[in-house]
Antibody
Framework: QITLKESGPNLVRPTETLTLTCTFS??????????VGWIRQPPGKALEWLAL???????RYSSSMKTNFTIAGDPFKSRVALTMTNVDPIDTGTYYC??????????????WGQGTLVTVSS | QSALTQPPSASASLGDSVTFSCTGT?????????VSWYQKHAGKAPQLLIY???RRPSGVPDRFFGFKSGNVASLTVSGLQAEDEATYYC???????????FGGGTRLTVL
């Protein structure tokens, strides 16, 4: 059974650096065809994809986000981190990590964590 | 930036069917069979309903049916149940700069 759980600070100040961690079980990030991604949902708004890391350490980032993101994986510790620098109040929202399943050329998020609410405010 | 357009809301009665649309462009839905649909209840994590336009993950009932025509993808939910009241998001691949693209979501009210 695949499980994922997000963790990190609930409140950060503007311009600070935020690091969120996704701790997972039931799969290996080193296994071919596996990925882990980050998606967020600002309050009252739609889902936004942020970043995705693949089993071979390849990474993809959303080109539409203004905040700088870095995704990093630690397959030995079953964790994936998302680091955001110079955060802004627009980064407030619920952050989810998801297991990305590869199928015929693409990935889709078939398992999700429960999400963690992050508020950016002074 | 490309975007997937979904109507913000829809409503239908218990037992009826409803179809959600997701309009992309000639650079995404039209050329890639990578459309996914997610169901999201308020306060809960999204759940994958459909991937690759019309494939259902194990455990998703066949009341959920996906298809596409041109640059429009659609999700039909038949035999509506009260628990289907949620927001439905489409998603697709839109090129290397938009590896994952979500629509704005359609909120379903079951009457």
């Amino acid at each position: 059974q695949i499980t994922l759980k997000e963790s990190g600070p609930n409140l950060v100040r503007p311009t600070e650096t935020l690091t969120l961690t996704c701790t997972f079980s039931g799969f290996s990030l080193s296994a071919t065809g596996v990925g882990v991604g980050w998606i967020r949902q600002p309050p009252g708004k739609a889902l936004e994809w942020l970043a995705l890391i693949f089993w071979d350490d390849d990474k993809r980032y959303s080109s539409s986000m203004k905040t700088n993101f870095t995704i990093a994986g630690d397959p030995f510790k079953s964790r994936v981190a998302l680091t955001m620098t110079n955060v802004d109040p627009i980064d407030t929202g619920t952050y989810y990590c998801g297991h990305a399943l590869y199928s015929r050329g693409y990935y889709q998020f078939d398992s999700w964590g429960q999400g963690t609410l992050v508020t950016v405010s002074s | 930036q490309s975007a997937l357009t979904q109507p913000p809301s829809a409503s239908a009665s218990l037992g009826d069917s409803v179809t959600f649309s997701c309009t992309g462009t000639s650079n995404d839905i039209n050329i890639y069979n990578y459309v996914s649909w997610y169901q999201k209840h308020a306060g809960k994590a999204p759940q994958l309903l459909i991937y690759e336009v019309n494939r259902r993950p194990s455990g998703v009932p066949d009341r959920f049916f996906g298809f596409k025509s041109g640059n429009v993808a659609s999700l039909t939910v038949s035999g509506l149940q009260a628990e289907d009241e949620a927001t439905y998001y489409c998603s697709t691949y839109a090129g290397s700069d938009n590896y994952v693209l979500f629509g704005g979501g359609t909120r379903l009210t079951v009457l």
